[in-house]
């Protein structure tokens, strides 16, 4: 055919992208964050423009944009790897001080045992070597010290364990394996991280949401969960998948023993697979502490033999929280138990068309999972980087916990671990208009107006799903200094008063 005789054909319009793609929703980078964008674009034109000078993201745990610096051991490595001619001139670079002499150490285990180069692909399933250094961790933190020299479990464990780009992979991989069809239905928890209702919607499963508690610290009610799963079967809708967002996101709740083995009884007695996402285990604050459905499990199993034999459990861990903070790097794991070897068999499918995840990704997992330990050279300097990563999230938890609890119109659950806080707003019926006549949500007036007024950037409540008539607010609490936290107090008061 000649250009001549060619009449052009119209693009693709929305009309001709699939429902369940134009659903989709993601709020933690919806329209707050977009306004955000476009008025520091205005700043850098013109700084003075904006009653701020510059924007806080509050709306992302992304610690490593808000000046949470890298950890220097896993960076030493990292670019030893990345860099393998360093290593040659090894001698000079510990004389120097520019490098420390076990971080070196590592960095040659490492290429050792990916055969030399990061530019290479790994197996699909991850690198042998870090998945037996995961598997080891995993012993430890579930104090199993007895196992964690057991060669044959360790190599067991790392069987069942998949290297991944991050938690976001892992839940592409696990959360639609059983959503056959549309009646197959997904427990999630509401408030939830968005991942998880945008992964269903984009799936075409059936959400079946269960509320937190709020007035309990946003504790999970396994007698809620069972009673949707028995509406659920009335519908013939099919529960398959339940997710549990250890420590939570936004709720900052963490699990109990106790509620935990009752949500393992359910699976049990309905084949229902839990998929634990596990990211926070490392942000644990005050007195609380972090229990892994793993651990729960395994000892249930012990308790009872035989019983608990069907549960299958997707346990998800990421590098992009606790005090590594490396989000942009794109590393996790996931950990498979109980489920059957055919349908490990289509993860590792699912994994090789994936070909591997980022090698470098890999390795931070393998620091991660394999710090130094005491005795070593670089120890000490570890640990005084990671004491001060969390002494400094506790302080900003702390600060912004005692802001939201004294102000008036807003009210506050005390947060146990990850990186957020999420109160809840009491607005009046002024503010409810004015928001409705602006065309918006009342949270997302709010969070509006404070970035408007003070560069903070917020995600509204009802991006992460809310009980009906309440509205939130989700923040994290790594924005550096305090002074911010100065600015909400001072736009929250004028605000109040504005719409009393
Ligand atoms: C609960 C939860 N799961 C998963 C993720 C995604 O983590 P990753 O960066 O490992 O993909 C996040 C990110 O904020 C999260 O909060």
Known sequence: MSAKDCTPAPKFSLNDISQSILDTEYAIRGTIPTRADELQEQLNISPNQLPFKKIIYANIGNPQQLEQEPLTFQRQVLSLVEYPNLVNSKNILVENKIYAPDAIKRAETILNSIGGSVGAYSSSQGILSIRKNVA???????????????????????????????????????????????????????????????????????????????????????????????????????????????????????????????????????????????VYQNNIYQDFKFHSFKKILNSLKLQYPKKYDNVQLASLHSISKGVNGECGQRGGYFELLGFSDEIKKIILKLASIDICSVVTGQILVDLMSKPPEKGDYSYKLDQRERNNIQSNLILKSNTLYDLFSRLPGISCQKPQGAMYLFPRLHLTSNMINEAKLNNLEPDEFYCLKLLENTGICTVPGSGFGQKEGTYHVRTTFLPSGIEWIKLWEKFHLEFMNQYK
């Open 136 to 278: 080891k961790c995993i012993l430890q933190r579930d104090n199993d010290e007895l196992c964690c020299n057991d060669e044959e479990l360790i190599n067991e464990t790392a069987s069942n364990i998949f290297l991944t780009d991050g938690a976001t992979t892992a839940v592409s991989y696990i959360l639609p394996l059983f959503a056959k069809d549309e009646n197959c239905g997904v427990l999630l928890p509401i408030p939830q991280y968005p991942l998880y209702t945008a992964a269903v919607t984009l799936q075409n499963s059936k959400l079946l949401p269960y509320y937190l508690n709020e007035d309990e610290n946003w504790s999970t009610d396994p007698e809620e969960i069972e009673t949707i799963i028995k509406d659920a079967i009335s519908r013939n809708i099919k529960p398959t998948t339940l997710v549990i967002i250890n420590p939570g996101n936004p709720t900052g709740a963490i699990l109990s023993v106790e509620s935990i083995t009752q949500i393992i009884n359910i699976a049990a007695k309905y084949g229902i697979v839990i998929i634990a996402d596990e």
